[in-house]
């Protein structure tokens, strides 16, 4: 079973940079496929990105596409996301989520099995 645990959020201004980290425990974290969701406050949570188990291959949400990097150490059993030129309306609380198998890239809630209790981002204007 892999159990996930987000960190890195916090509160940042408009054009600004933060990266979360979600660190992975179990031993078939490296089978995984990781993605990154969101929900703000009132809406539905949604996909930001995910990524194949070796990196090989991304997926981004076109709001986020040219702005965050998703990449993973598997020797660290752990997934970042790397977020510039924050925006406010990129506040939201951040999910890691793993998916198998590994080589694939679900944008769909439904596809992943595990989840980590999440990390807050507030992008202030």
């Known amino acids: 079973q892999v159990q996930l645990v987000e960190s890195g959020g916090g509160l940042v201004q408009a054009g600004g940079s933060l990266r979360l980290t979600c660190a992975a425990s179990g031993r078939t974290f490296n089978d995984h496929s990781m993605g990154w969701f969101r929900q703000a406050a009132g809406k539905e949570r949604e996909f930001v990105s995910v990524?194949?188990?070796?990196?090989?291959?991304?997926d981004y949400a076109d709001s986020v596409k040219g702005r965050f990097t998703i990449s993973r150490d598997n020797a660290k059993n752990t997934v970042y996301l790397q977020m510039n030129s924050l925006k406010p309306e990129d506040t939201a609380v951040y999910y890691c989520?793993?998916?198998?198998?590994?080589?694939?890239?679900?944008?769909?809630?439904?596809?992943?099995?595990?989840w980590g209790q999440g990390t807050q981002v507030t992008v202030s204007s």
């Open positions: 989520a793993a998916h198998f198998p590994g080589n694939e890239l679900p944008s769909a809630m439904s596809e992943y099995t595990r």
């Open positions: 990524l194949t188990w070796n990196g090989g291959r991304t």
